[in-house]
């Protein structure tokens, strides 16, 4: 076990539960803040306890990260974010599932799922991202019923921001790859060797 990890954990998922008065306030920061700092806490959880190094099938791997997507979404609904505000029981799912469907479930999962569901997924999330921004931009009435309609286009450009910054960070690694591109074909070294 990792201590520093697991208070780390406890720390950040202790402060959404405090402050989230506060950051639940604004879409922008409910949104964009509070759902990622809940999820990052069970991830942090499932290192912390080695959860990360389970020996997982592919097809298990994929199952499980699909899933985490899946609570992703739900959260995305506005339907639910609203929901999370106005119901305690709605509220207190909200700060189960996130940590544990989507921050442990990801840890876990996430490096043993095949590269190219792990691609799709990325490209599937620049797109909700841009979606959603432009649905929260240029919706002629109020989304959300518990936020003005100021505060979600304020949430829309949150969400383009984030699409954004997240192609750069995906997209970058791809130009400049960790091996420095020097590693051979694997088939075209065993022949020269052979």
Request: with cysteine; proline share 6%.
């Amino acid at each position: 076990m990792r201590r520093p990890l697991l208070i780390l954990s406890i720390a950040v998922f202790g402060s959404c539960v405090l402050f989230r008065q506060t950051l639940e306030r604004d879409p922008v920061t409910h949104v964009l803040l509070l759902l990622p700092a809940l999820a990052v806490a069970g991830w942090l959880m499932a290192v912390s306890l080695g959860r990360h190094r389970l020996r997982l099938r592919e097809a298990d791997a994929n199952a499980l990260t699909l899933l985490g997507v899946f609570a992703i979404l739900f959260w995305m609904l506005p339907r639910y974010i609203d929901a999370s505000l106005t119901n305690p029981l709605v509220e207190a799912a909200k700060f189960i599932s996130v940590p544990l469907c989507i921050g442990a479930v990801l840890a876990v999962s996430w490096k043993a799922t095949h590269p190219f569901l792990r691609g799709f997924l990325k490209a599937n999330a620049l797109s909700m991202l841009g979606v959603l921004a432009f649905l929260y931009i240029h919706a002629p009435v109020r989304i959300c019923n518990s936020y003005l309609e100021v505060d979600q286009q304020r949430l829309g450009y949150g969400f383009l921001f984030v699409a954004l910054a997240l192609s750069l960070v995906w997209a970058v690694p791809l130009f400049f790859p960790a091996d420095g591109g020097a590693t051979p074909n694997k088939h075209l070294s065993g022949r020269a060797t052979a």
